[in-house]
């Protein structure tokens, strides 16, 4: 799926969840602190490999931003001062239908 892009984003802070809806009538509703532990950017995928990256989420753990990367994904700041992520659309959406979340 090349031109996946989402057609609503609401960020439910209290409860921690990033609820994302696509076009195909999907809702993903994706956990703060799962999203954090799913990061792709070079430093987790390299604490990843490693072993030391935290494989359970911390319930504590919260979005803090999430800004636009242009038309590609999101660039998402977590609680914990991380906020290297980058989460294009299509990752976004395995991960809203399931994928390894
Ligand atoms: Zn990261």
Not at 73 to 82: K, R, W
């Amino acid at each position: 799926m090349h031109h996946i892009y989402p057609s609503d984003i609401t960020d439910h802070r209290s409860s921690g969840v990033l609820e994302i809806a696509w076009p195909d009538g999907s809702v993903g509703h994706l956990s703060h602190g799962l999203l954090r532990l799913q990061c792709r950017c070079g430093g987790c995928e390299q604490r990843r490999r490693s072993g030391t990256l935290p494989t359970q989420a911390d319930p504590a753990m919260r979005l803090v931003a999430i800004e636009p990367v242009g038309d590609k994904g999101l660039n998402l700041a977590f609680s914990d001062g991380h906020d290297r992520g980058i989460y294009p659309w299509p990752y976004l959406y395995e991960l809203s239908s399931g994928g390894s979340l």
